[in-house]
């Protein structure tokens, strides 16, 4: 059983930055490809990065493609999402996530385990 506990979440005004992690625990991190979700209110679930088992690729949803950045450190068994830029649509719950294999990693569905989420909410 791999647990995920999410945190650095928050209230940030727009145009700046925050730093997400995401622990993991009970599992073998540095085996598993991970990714990160967001759902705002009202709104469904939606794919925002992903990073392979061996951190060569990596992967972003449009909407935060050069202003986010996912990465990974298996020593630490940590996965972390920098957010630079953040404009008030970035307002959500994000959520980490963990797979297997690095396929379908836009799609939660394929997700084996995941945290809790940690909010995040961008002033304008």
């Known amino acids: 059983q791999v647990q995920l506990v999410e945190s650095g979440g928050g209230l940030v005004q727009a145009g700046g930055p925050l730093r997400l992690s995401c622990v993991a625990s009970?599992?073998?991190?540095?085996?598993?490809?991970m990714g990160w979700f967001r759902q705002a209110p009202g709104k469904e679930r939606e794919f925002v990065a992903a990073?392979?088992?061996?951190?060569?690729?990596?992967d972003y949803a449009d909407s935060v493609k050069g202003r986010f950045t996912i990465s990974k450190d298996n020593a630490k068994n940590t996965v972390y999402l920098q957010m630079n830029s953040l404009k008030p649509e970035d307002t959500a719950v994000y959520s980490c996530?963990?797979?297997?294999?690095?396929?379908?990693?836009?799609?939660?569905?394929?997700?084996?385990?995941w945290g809790q989420g940690t909010q995040v909410t961008v002033s304008s």
């Open positions: 996530a963990s797979k297997h294999t690095y396929r379908n990693y836009a799609d939660p569905n394929r997700y084996d385990y």
């Open positions: 990073i392979s088992w061996n951190v060569v690729s990596s």
């Open positions: 009970g599992g073998s991190f540095s085996s598993y490809a």
